[in-house]
C-alpha cells in the first residue's frame, strides 16, 4: 500500500475559518484501490487515525505500507537508512506491518496517489 498526502482544497471549519483540507491518501498497489483520510494537520496522531480508518476500509492490514517521507513518520529522510519516528514503528509493528519509505529524490519511488479523472473514450 503507497501512502501520501495531498491537498484536497479549502473548507470553512466549525468557528467559521477557511482552511486548507489535506487527505492522507491510501492506494493499494496491485487493485489501485484509494481511500482517502481527510484532515487540517500532518500529526503522528492524524496519521495513525489515517491507518486506522484505513484498515476499516480496505478490511484488513497490508503486509508493507510505502509512504512518502512524512515529518509523521520519517524522523529523518535519507536514501538509503531513513529514520523512522519510534512512535510510528511501534504503532506499525503492534499492527503488524512493515514500512519502507520511498527514497529521497527517488520520483519513480514516490507514491502514486493522484487518480486520473478525465477519460477519452474512442
Not at 495531498?6 to 467559521?16: A, F, I, M
Not at 498497489?29 to 486506522?52: K, Q, W
Not at 508493507?64 to 531513513?82: E, G, H, L, Q, Y
Request: aromatic share 14%; proline share 6%; with cysteine.
Amino acid at each position: 500500500m503507497q501512502v501520501d498526502f495531498g491537498r484536497l482544497g479549502l473548507l470553512t471549519d466549525v468557528e467559521g475559518r477557511r482552511r486548507v483540507v489535506k487527505g492522507l491518501i491510501f492506494t493499494a498497489v496491485y487493485s489501485r484501490h484509494m481511500f482517502v483520510f481527510p484532515t487540517y494537520r500532518e500529526t503522528l496522531n492524524d496519521v495513525i487515525a489515517g491507518f486506522e480508518a484505513a484498515w476499516v476500509f480496505f478490511d484488513g492490514v497490508f503486509a508493507v505500507a510505502v509512504p512518502d517521507n512524512m515529518k509523521a513518520i520519517a524522523d529523518r529522510a535519507n536514501a538509503t537508512d531513513p529514520r523512522l519516528n519510534d512512535s510510528f514503528r511501534e504503532y506499525a509493528e503492534s499492527r503488524g506491518f512493515v514500512v519502507d519509505p520511498a527514497r529521497v529524490r527517488s520520483p519513480q519511488d514516490k507514491p502514486v496517489v493522484a487518480y486520473c479523472t478525465s477519460f477519452e473514450g474512442p
